[in-house]
């Protein structure tokens, strides 16, 4: 590895220019995707992608059950808009807002625009649920049913209102969903023709309700208007976080070295590496998700990594040789093995996220992986050959300020405190040891306590106008999270559900699920075919029931196919009558819910036989996004598993020593251990970014150690034992180590300020692991390595017959 940057400090420009090229070409690929014919058909415009459920495969059986479904019953995603008046003593239910309330859906069924494929897109109108577009099921007369719009026009009167409101209350197919528990408030549920237009739609939708004069206020929210936000903003959001961290990272040299042009050298890293990753990423056709928009903010401080090393030591040491070609040459012969094991050991912990079942997961931790190989090799290429392109007289006053006439002994404030601490912890080892054991115990009991959840719709900030939307909707309404169960009957038993004790059964089923407490409201065939019967019998709520023949049940749905929308029909059940769809509104996207409601139903269908042998799926956004977790937390455990024996064997390696290779992973596995420790004490939901942070850290964290244990190997030989060697342990290779965990740790704190949640869980977690586990290595291998000085530096016997510390 050491040839690399041997030619590179023989041949400085054709370095720059071959790095500076390469950076170049990439952007004019990206810009350019069509430079020639051949070139085309691999490369492709940026895309954003912020849909959880391209989190799994498309071929996915979650997803093909999925598809099918909705296509099975005609079902499509929702955008729901809440209507609230607190002004008016009648809420919603007054002439001056049902009439923006009718425009609006007036307007949204005119919602529509034909796309770059020729393809509608939009709302789709036939399926709208709102006053004016649905149906007033009521009795015409004994043995007949008359339907009539909910809200046929604009009321002019309040007693006109106060009718639709009444009106509405009596369907229970729209109570608690179109209309709100208190009755003042409604909902509107706009189908889009697929969930990735819902930040279009919702962009009309809003600009067409700011023209209104009205004090209601309107409260949009649904799965779909989160994920396709969240693409909007997650990319403002990755223009901003990356310049800062490159800002941040700048400062932070500056402050360490104090020369200008010399730390523009890992800046010129940083930026080459992440232009070179994103490009690839890009070029070979790949949408910017969730996870892959985070590749910038982590490529930019591992890239500097490596290069605050050599800079430190060439701070150090320059005083000496006074030479930049001889400071450089030395520095690259000290820290040419370990900086190569520490981007090894980075690329493996990002690798392995290759392990999950997840494409977004996999592609983020492969591009940073070959980000962390690229800046791996413009470090001990570039790096050296701008230091030798740099003019000597730059150096003037360069370097840690010494005493006069000391040539080891710096003084800095930073050299000081390094110096006290590696006394105190080679002098209360044990003690130190024993704290260790102490956290580590609390840190296990915290990691039983972790509870796997995610929730789109929490990707946002608390007082983010979506959440503060989705507090109102599911505080009034039924709930603004779809989800959906199939159940389906065997051929053998022909027109299943239209046999009363099978929909008695499914009844019994949305009764017991209302009682769980998860569930706001269901609906199905039962309560058409009981709404309908009840009104054929003069609107008396004692025949509010199941009809008892088959004969009487096809009767109710016949009748219902004459209102203004039997297409309605087609979404609770299929012409055949052999599969049905249960529609739940869930006032929670949690996945613990979701999968505690599975649980349940599954509990309920063993213990409660249903009459036929009724096989049941779960579908929709909600339950799509527990399975990727799911996925997602199993994979992130085989990915932790592998990476960490992966890394284990490298250290072991490395050193050629069982005991040294484990001693390297010490300050890591304690660090993972007080992070997911931490989670489980505080109640953390276990989401997404959490569980990629283990890799990440695994991968980051252990850089310390090689770099703490290879100098003190070295040292060691030296001074022959760990006493005298510790405090040279920290003085360079310590301050080294300490610029570098400021850094990292604060590299990526510029993700706190981020209005999305993730980035901020990102930002929190990743600075405080890195900062940890820097304090951790500097505190507790001194510890260690008193303790068992004697197995790790063992004594053999020269032929001089003097004793030196073996390697």
Do not use: C
């Amino acid at each position: 590895m050491k040839q690399f940057s041997n030619k590179a400090i023989r041949a400085p420009k054709l370095t720059m220019w071959l790095a500076a090229f390469a950076a170049m070409f990439v952007m004019a690929l990206v810009a350019v995707p069509s430079l020639s014919n051949t070139a085309a058909q691999y490369l492709n415009p940026l895309t954003i992608d912020a849909d959880p459920e391209n989190m799994l495969f498309y071929d996915d059986p979650v997803r093909i059950v999925n598809r099918e479904r909705k296509k099975q019953f005609t079902l499509y995603d929702l955008v729901v808009v809440g209507v609230v008046n607190d002004s008016h003593a009648e809420g919603v239910f007054n002439p001056e807002t049902l009439a923006n309330i009718y425009d609006l859906t007036k307007f949204a069924e005119g919602t529509q625009w034909i796309d770059e494929n020729g393809e509608t897109q939009g709302v789709v109108p036939i399926d709208i649920i709102a006053p004016s577009a649905v149906d007033n099921i009521e009795q015409g007369g004994l043995g007949t049913v008359r339907f009539d719009w909910l809200m046929e026009g604009v009321p002019e009167t309040q007693a006109e209102a106060l009718e639709v409101r009444t009106r509405a209350q009596n369907q229970p197919l729209l109570n608690g969903s179109l209309i709100s528990d208190d009755g003042k408030g409604v909902a509107l549920y706009f189908p889009l023709t697929n969930k990735g237009v819902s930040h279009q739609v919702v962009q009309l939708l809003e600009e067409r309700i700011a023209t209104y004069g009205g004090n209601e206020n309107y409260h949009i929210s649904g799965l779909p208007i989160a994920q396709d936000r969240f693409a909007v903003e997650m990319f403002i959001q990755m223009a901003i976080s990356s310049p800062l961290a490159m800002m941040l990272i700048f400062a932070l040299l500056w402050y360490f070295f104090r020369n200008l042009t010399l730390i523009t050298a890992p800046m010129i890293v940083a930026m080459v590496s992440t232009i070179l990753t994103m490009g690839l990423l890009v070029i070979f056709g790949n949408s910017v998700h969730i996870m892959s928009s985070m590749i910038p903010i982590f490529i930019m401080p591992v890239a500097v990594l490596d290069a605050i090393h050599i800079l430190s030591d060439f701070y150090d040491r320059y005083p000496i040789y006074k030479d930049r070609k001889e400071t450089i040459k030395h520095v690259m012969e000290e820290l040419s093995k370990p900086m190569l094991f520490t981007s090894l050991t980075t690329v493996v912990g990002f690798a392995s996220l290759n392990l999950t079942p997840l494409p977004p997961i996999q592609l983020f931790g492969t591009f940073v992986a070959i980000g962390v190989l690229s800046a791996w090799f413009l470090t001990i290429t570039l790096v050296p050959a701008y230091i030798i392109l740099m003019p000597e007289s730059k150096f003037e006053g360069f370097g840690m300020k010494r005493e006069p006439g000391e040539a080891a002994d710096p003084k800095s404030a930073l050299a000081r405190v390094l110096k006290v601490f590696g006394a105190g912890a080679y002098r209360h080892a044990a003690l130190t040891l024993i704290l260790l054991v102490g956290v580590a115990s609390v840190a296990g009991y915290g990691i039983t306590k972790i509870i796997p959840n995610d929730n789109p719709v929490k990707w946002f900030a608390e007082e983010h106008q979506l959440r503060q939307s989705d507090k109102v909707l599911n505080e009034m309404f039924a709930g603004s999270y779809m989800a959906y169960l199939a159940l389906s009957a065997p051929e053998a038993d022909e027109q299943a559900f239209k046999k009363p004790e099978v929909l008695r059964y499914v009844s019994g089923l949305q009764a017991y699920m209302a009682e769980t407490g998860l569930v706001g409201k269901s609906n199905s065939v039962v309560e058409i075919i009981k709404t309908v019967h009840r009104e054929l019998f003069v609107g008396d709520e004692k025949q509010y029931r199941v009809p008892d023949s088959a004969a009487a049940v096809a009767q109710t749905l016949i009748t219902f196919q004459n209102s203004h929308r039997p297409q309605d029909l087609w979404h609770y059940i299929t012409p055949d009558y052999q599969h049905a769809n249960i529609w739940l509104q869930l006032k929670t996207g949690d996945n613990q819910d979701m999968s505690k409601l599975e649980s349940l139903v599954a509990q309920y269908m063993a213990d409660n036989p249903p009459p036929v042998a009724l096989q049941n799926e779960w579908f929709g956004l909600t339950y799509v996004n527990v399975t990727w977790q799911d996925q997602m937390v199993v994979g992130m455990a085989k990915a932790l598993v592998s990476s960490f024996v992966v890394v284990a064997i490298m250290m072991m390696f490395l050193y050629r020593s069982v005991l040294w290779g484990l001693l390297a992973m010490v300050p890591l596995s304690f660090s993972v251990a007080v992070l997911y420790g931490t989670v489980g004490l505080l109640g953390i939901d276990y989401d997404a970014p959490i569980a990629i942070l283990s890799a990440l850290s695994l991968g980051l964290a252990i850089d310390y150690a090689i770099h703490f244990l290879s100098r003190a190997r070295k040292l060691q030989l030296a001074h022959g034992s760990w006493k005298e060697t510790v405090a040279t342990v920290f003085g360079e290779p310590a301050r080294a180590i300490t610029r570098n965990v400021v850094v990292l740790g604060v590299g990526f704190m510029p993700l706190l300020i981020a209005p999305l949640m993730p980035y901020q869980t990102v930002g929190v977690f990743i600075s405080g692991i890195l900062l940890f586990a820097g304090f951790a290595t500097l505190a507790i291998l001194p510890a260690l390595m008193r303790l068992f000085e004697r197995w790790l530096f063992p004594k053999v016997t020269m032929p001089s017959g003097q004793e030196q510390a073996a390697e």
